[in-house]
Protein backbone atom coordinates (compact mmCIF):
# COMPACT_ATOMS: atom_id res chain seq x y z
CA UNK A 1 0.00 0.00 0.00
CA UNK A 2 1.01 3.37 -0.94
CA UNK A 3 1.63 6.63 1.26
CA UNK A 4 -1.36 8.12 -1.08
CA UNK A 5 -3.07 4.56 -0.43
CA UNK A 6 -3.08 5.42 3.02
CA UNK A 7 -3.89 9.20 2.95
CA UNK A 8 -7.27 8.00 1.13
CA UNK A 9 -8.04 5.14 3.75
CA UNK A 10 -7.55 7.56 6.47
CA UNK A 11 -9.57 10.21 4.48
CA UNK A 12 -12.83 7.70 4.50
CA UNK A 13 -12.36 6.23 7.67
CA UNK A 14 -12.71 10.43 9.13
CA UNK A 15 -16.16 11.30 6.44
CA UNK A 16 -17.14 7.77 7.75
CA UNK A 17 -16.96 9.16 11.33
CA UNK A 18 -17.99 12.40 10.73
CA UNK A 19 -21.38 11.06 9.27
CA UNK A 20 -21.87 8.73 12.58
CA UNK A 21 -21.09 11.48 14.94
CA UNK A 22 -23.47 13.92 13.41
CA UNK A 23 -25.75 11.10 12.60
CA UNK A 24 -26.09 9.55 16.16
CA UNK A 25 -25.53 13.12 17.61
CA UNK A 26 -28.83 14.66 16.03
CA UNK A 27 -31.02 11.41 16.81
CA UNK A 28 -29.95 11.59 20.30
CA UNK A 29 -30.96 15.25 20.89
CA UNK A 30 -33.81 14.30 19.10
CA UNK A 31 -34.58 11.68 20.94
CA UNK A 32 -34.09 13.41 24.37
CA UNK A 33 -36.30 16.16 23.69
CA UNK A 34 -38.91 14.08 22.65
CA UNK A 35 -38.92 12.12 25.71
CA UNK A 36 -38.37 15.66 28.16
CA UNK A 37 -41.64 17.05 26.16
CA UNK A 38 -44.16 17.10 28.91
CA UNK A 39 -47.79 15.28 28.18
CA UNK A 40 -50.55 16.94 29.24
CA UNK A 41 -52.77 15.55 31.94
CA UNK A 42 -55.96 17.19 32.14
CA UNK A 43 -56.65 16.60 35.94
CA UNK A 44 -53.56 18.81 36.60
CA UNK A 45 -55.44 21.58 34.47
CA UNK A 46 -56.88 24.71 36.40
CA UNK A 47 -59.84 25.13 33.97
CA UNK A 48 -61.63 22.34 32.42
CA UNK A 49 -60.15 20.70 29.02
CA UNK A 50 -62.11 20.82 25.70
CA UNK A 51 -63.80 17.81 25.09
CA UNK A 52 -62.06 14.36 24.44
CA UNK A 53 -58.62 15.85 25.47
CA UNK A 54 -55.68 13.64 25.31
CA UNK A 55 -52.74 14.69 26.06
CA UNK A 56 -49.10 14.09 23.84
CA UNK A 57 -49.86 16.64 21.19
CA UNK A 58 -46.54 18.64 21.70
CA UNK A 59 -44.86 15.20 22.02
CA UNK A 60 -46.02 14.61 18.65
CA UNK A 61 -44.61 17.59 16.97
CA UNK A 62 -40.75 16.85 17.65
CA UNK A 63 -39.06 16.85 13.60
CA UNK A 64 -35.80 16.50 11.86
CA UNK A 65 -34.87 18.47 8.99
CA UNK A 66 -31.87 19.35 7.15
CA UNK A 67 -31.19 22.36 5.29
CA UNK A 68 -34.01 24.40 6.56
CA UNK A 69 -36.39 24.85 9.07
CA UNK A 70 -39.42 23.00 8.70
CA UNK A 71 -42.10 24.42 10.16
CA UNK A 72 -45.14 21.83 9.93
CA UNK A 73 -47.62 21.20 13.07
CA UNK A 74 -49.16 17.81 12.61
CA UNK A 75 -52.36 16.88 14.16
CA UNK A 76 -51.94 13.52 16.30
CA UNK A 77 -51.09 12.91 19.63
CA UNK A 78 -48.17 10.87 20.32
CA UNK A 79 -48.35 10.56 24.24
CA UNK A 80 -45.63 7.94 24.55
CA UNK A 81 -43.00 9.82 21.81
CA UNK A 82 -42.29 6.79 20.01
CA UNK A 83 -43.82 7.95 16.92
CA UNK A 84 -41.64 10.87 17.12
CA UNK A 85 -38.45 9.50 17.69
CA UNK A 86 -39.17 6.75 14.77
CA UNK A 87 -39.93 10.08 12.50
CA UNK A 88 -36.42 11.64 13.38
CA UNK A 89 -34.38 8.51 13.13
CA UNK A 90 -35.84 8.15 9.94
CA UNK A 91 -34.84 11.30 8.57
CA UNK A 92 -31.49 11.56 9.58
CA UNK A 93 -29.58 10.23 6.80
CA UNK A 94 -26.64 7.86 6.89
CA UNK A 95 -24.38 10.59 5.22
CA UNK A 96 -25.20 13.49 7.71
CA UNK A 97 -21.67 15.26 8.42
CA UNK A 98 -21.05 18.16 6.89
CA UNK A 99 -25.15 19.18 6.37
CA UNK A 100 -26.84 21.50 9.00
CA UNK A 101 -29.75 19.98 11.21
CA UNK A 102 -32.91 21.21 12.74
CA UNK A 103 -34.66 19.25 15.59
CA UNK A 104 -37.46 21.71 16.15
CA UNK A 105 -41.46 21.78 17.47
CA UNK A 106 -43.64 23.90 15.53
CA UNK A 107 -46.69 23.79 18.18
CA UNK A 108 -47.35 27.81 18.98
CA UNK A 109 -47.22 26.47 22.93
CA UNK A 110 -44.02 24.91 22.87
CA UNK A 111 -42.43 27.83 24.31
CA UNK A 112 -44.23 27.96 27.29
CA UNK A 113 -43.43 24.19 27.91
CA UNK A 114 -40.19 25.25 26.98
CA UNK A 115 -40.51 28.07 29.45
CA UNK A 116 -41.99 26.02 32.53
CA UNK A 117 -45.40 25.76 31.65
CA UNK A 118 -46.09 22.27 32.66
CA UNK A 119 -44.16 22.32 35.78
CA UNK A 120 -45.33 18.53 36.52
CA UNK A 121 -43.44 17.67 34.06
CA UNK A 122 -40.83 19.34 32.42
CA UNK A 123 -36.86 19.52 33.51
CA UNK A 124 -36.10 22.51 35.61
CA UNK A 125 -34.59 25.07 32.65
CA UNK A 126 -36.97 23.87 29.96
CA UNK A 127 -36.11 20.32 27.86
CA UNK A 128 -34.62 22.58 24.79
CA UNK A 129 -32.28 24.23 27.44
CA UNK A 130 -31.17 21.12 29.74
CA UNK A 131 -30.47 19.24 26.20
CA UNK A 132 -28.06 22.03 24.98
CA UNK A 133 -26.16 21.93 28.01
CA UNK A 134 -25.48 18.51 27.50
CA UNK A 135 -24.53 18.90 24.30
CA UNK A 136 -20.73 18.67 24.18
CA UNK A 137 -20.87 15.56 26.42
CA UNK A 138 -22.69 13.69 24.44
CA UNK A 139 -20.88 14.53 21.25
CA UNK A 140 -17.70 13.85 23.96
CA UNK A 141 -18.94 10.58 24.25
CA UNK A 142 -20.48 9.68 20.79
CA UNK A 143 -16.88 10.46 19.20
CA UNK A 144 -15.07 8.29 21.62
CA UNK A 145 -16.64 5.45 20.97
CA UNK A 146 -15.87 5.32 17.32
CA UNK A 147 -13.00 3.78 16.07
Known amino acids: MSFSDDIAKFAQKAANNADILVRKT ?3 I ?23 YVG ?12 VRVVQEYDTI ?12 S ?26 HSKRQCPPGGMVALTATEFQGLV ?3 AGGLK
Open 78 to 89: DPSGAASNIRIL
Open 140 to 142: NEI
Open 30 to 52: GTRLVNRTPVGDAKYWKSKPPAG
Open 56 to 67: GHARANWSHSEG
Open 91 to 116: SVPIKAGGKVHFVQNSVPYIQALEDG
Open 26 to 28: VID
